[in-house]
């Protein structure tokens, strides 16, 4: 190997094409058991002080949100700052930025898994679990918007006794059965991959309470080869469901705007730019979430350098794209050569009110990304955590741009307002961060945060052809001579 | 696969392509090309204005397989595959095609009467010229824009749309995409040479930078040959439509090719049933995503229904066109959606293949609902100009010919697979 890595290229090289490894999933050749023993441990053993450090004001901001949620029900609407002409403010931008959060988890299960990317066993399990409590978070804004929250029942297709029917002409409605199937089939996934886990730690439990319940949930599992062939049939039919419905959601959300004739709203690439930038958004989350999950639970053998730097790579490629989408709706406003297209993006980019938004949403999501054509800021940890932070933020930016400044000065100048966020407005969204990592850390708390099944199946001793004798090929890492490469260590237990 | 295949199991130097095994196609592409070279010669001479949608149809639908080429490459690279790089020297052979298609656009790009057909904003400009007292065309249109509203458009992006930044552009595309095949295939047969990695790896970071070139590239070149068909149009998700289409079409040749190859007795001990089935994975993929992209770009416009958007529509759907974006829903995305899906029916070539075919027919009729409904809606399938079609048939004929003819000829310049590459054990063995 170290002669490969210095070899100069000559002709006295050998004929026969020398073979490029892949890089390890799972780092210092852990075992089967060491992999169950270290995820289960973590639900099993008592939970460290930063875990109480960081439950304990969850629950309170969580508090916090029905509080204000509470106070807007006996108040009304009015206590949030919209006023026309913006009737869309914080609710919807927040609406939009938690749903966009909630894409990485079912793009990690379903898509990755039906494109065959072995890397996701380390990361999926937390990024289902994260979507969930991304829509669930989502889902209160609109909810809530409506007004009278008790009617919001009225938004189903059921018959009600003031006869009225739904306007399925509207792409509001539409919204309601794309958030609600797409959460519902990703809980369902969620659950599916997490049967035979339970089943893992039903029998590790003393007998009991949690023994119990662990074992309700895992359906009787049994390990037997029947179980396992379906359960990969069943996860396989509902990664080919849920892919599409990566794609609807945000499709959907964004036809609550293209379809619209506001400029600034209406344009054609609406679609995937907000399934890219939902994307995009949903991965920084991911991250945010599990370098300080592998670092407190000591899953760094797991979530390997190599997790985070694939991540990265969406990150950019994703960020990317949203940048292309940004540039090409700046092109077409001046191409189009139409006023009101012209002008909202002068409004918006230039001379409007809240224009310092705009290139906060351009710093954070197409330039600080870019950080990450560098493998020194892929490996680095304190960057990914500054970028991703900056990405989470730069997509809420994002959305408070397409919403709020372009409401503020649409169309009459006479109208034109500027938006200001009520104390109800900052408070129900912080107390929404509140309830989301409440949730996250009962999940840390309770269930395997990685799944033990399939990331036992990516080791290179679970290939029936591994050969452990057979001959090495070359390590990446070897040629580029990278200071920092992951030279496996000795195991310890 | 029924067994694993070593390195010893291939032969060193990999697969020569001899085109005298391949003179059943090669031939008569040649003869058709020819015919067609003389035809198109004729319509140019008696109807240039005519066939001048003919040649832009047929140019940029072969210009849409050099993408798809230079497409993939990028892609396969950028990801760090392996699967692929059995089939990758063929891509790389596609993308190169780029000097051959260029030949094809210099009509376009050299001949005013070509060009001032197409472009009718090229014949405004001429016009502004004409009117303006120094000849300043900006001027000019600043002028006509008191009595025709539309030259306001014109003069607003004037900046955009000009001859020389248009002309400066139309070379670039060329460039671009000329040297991202050149420089991606050089390497791999650098690798063949000397046998070294860092070439993978070179590559791989050359295609992440280029990717960004590449999708400006193509975007574009998009706006300009056919969005600016109809200055007065736009839409902001036309060049990822047109990138839909090049990805899609550029698979399904690929499949048809390796097909082929396989029938003349190359690449059997490389190419297995387990690559048509990846092959025809991303053929479906395509094909999703071609529908998703469009259906959001018509549904987004007809919701709207704003005057500045409709006009694309409304021409492709009146008259006979209506039959033919009916046909596109049903045969670009309904009926291969429904039979791709299947994973056994996948993985067979005879199959796969039929399928391949049916994608270029589907590429073909959606190039051609992009372009001619341009030629003048009196010219729709209902009430067709007597033997227009015979000019885009002609004109098809002419530069898909000469450039399969040319393909297959110079195919046998290097082998047809990488035979250095350090991930080709990878692709040969893959099971999905």
């Known amino acids: ?493 | 696969m029924s067994h694993h295949v070593s390195i010893k199991d291939l032969p060193e130097g990999g697969e020569k392509f001899d085109p005298a095994k391949a003179s059943g196609v090669i031939t008569p592409m040649l003869g058709f090309g020819l015919l067609g070279l003389f035809g198109s010669l004729y319509y140019f001479a008696a109807k240039p204005a005519e066939f001048a949608y003919s040649w832009l149809f047929a140019f940029f639908f072969c210009f849409t397989f050099v993408v798809g080429g230079c497409f993939w490459i990028l892609l396969h690279h950028a990801s760090n595959s392996s699967w692929n790089v059995v089939i990758r020297r063929l891509f790389e052979h596609l993308a190169n095609m780029v000097p051959v298609i260029f030949i094809f656009s210099l009509p376009i790009l050299l001949m005013p009467s070509v060009r001032n057909a197409l472009y009718e904003w090229m014949v405004h400009h001429q016009a502004a010229a004409e009117h303006a007292t120094n000849g300043d065309v900006r001027e000019g249109l600043h002028h006509m824009s008191e009595s025709n509203p539309h030259m306001h458009i014109l003069w607003a992006k004037y900046g955009y749309m000009n001859k020389t930044f248009w002309y400066i552009r139309f070379i670039l595309y060329f460039l671009v995409l000329g040297h991202i095949a050149r420089t991606l295939r050089g390497k791999s047969l650098k690798q063949e040479q000397d046998g070294d990695i860092k070439h993978t790896i070179k590559s791989r970071f050359f295609a992440c930078r280029w990717l960004l070139f590449f999708a400006l590239t193509a975007t574009f070149a998009a706006v300009d040959w056919l969005m600016g068909l109809d200055y007065t149009w736009f839409s902001t998700m036309w060049g990822v439509y047109i990138f839909a289409g090049c990805a899609w079409s550029s698979m399904a040749l690929m499949l048809l090719l390796v097909s082929y190859l396989r029938s003349l007795g190359y690449l059997r001990k490389v190419v297995t049933e387990e690559h048509y089935h990846l092959m025809g994975k991303l053929l479906f993929a395509f094909t999703v995503f071609w529908a998703y992209i469009a259906f959001s770009q018509y549904f987004l416009i007809w919701y709207a229904n704003i005057t500045e958007e409709t006009r694309f529509y409304l021409l492709r759907n009146t008259e006979g066109w209506r039959w033919v974006s009916i046909a596109l829903v049903i045969g670009h995305f309904v009926v291969p959606f429904v039979f791709l899906l299947q994973q056994q029916l996948k993985k067979k070539p005879a199959f796969i293949c039929f399928w391949g075919v049916w994608v270029l027919s589907m590429h073909v009729l959606d190039i051609y609902w992009n372009v001619i409904p341009e030629r003048g809606p009196s010219l729709g399938i209902g009430v067709l100009a007597p033997g227009a079609w015979v000019g885009d048939v002609v004109a098809l004929v002419t530069i898909f010919c000469l450039s399969g003819w040319y393909f297959l000829r110079s195919l046998n310049k290097y082998s047809l697979y990488p035979w250095r590459d350090p991930r080709l054990i990878e692709s040969v063995n893959v099971v999905n």
């Open chain 1, 1 to 493: 190997m170290e002669a490969t890595a210095t070899a100069p290229a000559s002709s006295s090289a050998p004929a026969t094409p020398r073979i490029l490894e892949r890089e390890p999933l799972v780092l210092n050749h852990r075992s089967y058991s060491w992999i169950t023993n270290r995820i289960c441990g973590i639900v099993e053993n008592k939970q460290p002080g930063l875990w109480w450090a960081l439950f304990i004001p969850s629950v309170i901001l969580a508090g916090v949100m029905v509080f204000c949620f509470t106070y807007l029900i006996a108040a009304g609407v009015g206590v949030w700052g919209q006023k026309q002409p913006v009737a869309w403010a914080w609710d919807i931008t927040n609406f939009v930025f938690w749903i966009g959060i909630g894409h990485a988890g079912t793009l990690i299960s379903a898509i990755l898994f039906l494109t065959r990317q072995k890397w996701r066993t380390s990361v999926n399990r937390a990024a289902e679990a994260m979507t969930i409590f991304a829509v669930m978070c989502a889902g209160v804004y609109p909810m809530f918007h409506v007004g009278r929250v008790w009617m919001v029942w009225f938004l189903a297709p059921i018959p009600n006794a003031n006869a009225i029917w739904q306007n399925f002409k509207s792409p509001l409605l539409w919204d309601v059965f794309a958030v609600s199937t797409y959460f519902s089939v990703s809980v369902v996934f969620w659950y599916i991959g997490l049967v035979p886990d339970l089943a893992t730690l039903r029998d590790r439990c003393k007998p009991g309470l949690k023994k119990l319940l662990y074992g309700m949930f895992a359906l009787g599992w049994r390990g037997a080869n029947r179980h396992w062939s379906h359960y990969e049939t069943a996860y396989m039919l509902l990664a080919a469901l849920s892919t599409p419905l990566v794609l609807s959601v945000h499709s959907v959300v964004s036809f609550d705007f293209a379809t619209s004739v506001v400029p600034g709203w209406h344009t054609t690439i609406f679609p995937p730019y907000f399934v890219a930038g939902a994307i995009f958004g949903g991965f920084a989350m991911v991250l945010t979430l599990m370098i300080p999950c592998r670092k407190i639970y000591g899953l760094q053998d797991l979530i390997t350098p190599k997790h985070i730097d694939n991540m990265a790579k969406i990150i950019l490629l994703t960020g990317t794209i949203v940048g292309y989408a940004y540039c090409m709706e700046l092109f077409m406003a001046y191409y189009s050569a139409s006023p009101y297209e012209g002008a909202a993006f002068k409004l918006r980019t230039l001379d409007g009110p809240s224009v310092w938004y705009y290139y906060a949403m351009f710093f954070c999501n197409v330039i600080s990304p870019q950080l990450f054509w560098f493998r020194w800021a892929r490996h680095n940890m304190w960057t990914v955590m500054a970028v991703s932070m900056c990405v989470n933020a730069g997509m809420w930016y994002e959305r408070y741009v397409i919403i709020v400044t372009t409401l503020e000065v649409h169309m009459t100048p006479g109208a034109w307002r500027t938006f200001h966020a009520t104390w109800v407005d900052n408070w129900t969204f912080i107390g929404t961060f509140g309830f989301f990592m409440m949730n996250f850390l009962l999940f840390l708390r309770f269930l395997p945060v990685i799944a033990i099944g399939e990331v036992k199946g990516v080791l290179p001793e679970s290939n029936p052809h591994h050969d452990p004798h057979g001959e090495k090929g070359v390590q990446e890492e070897d040629l580029m001579g990278y200071p920092d490469r992951h030279v496996p260590k000795a195991a310890n237990a």
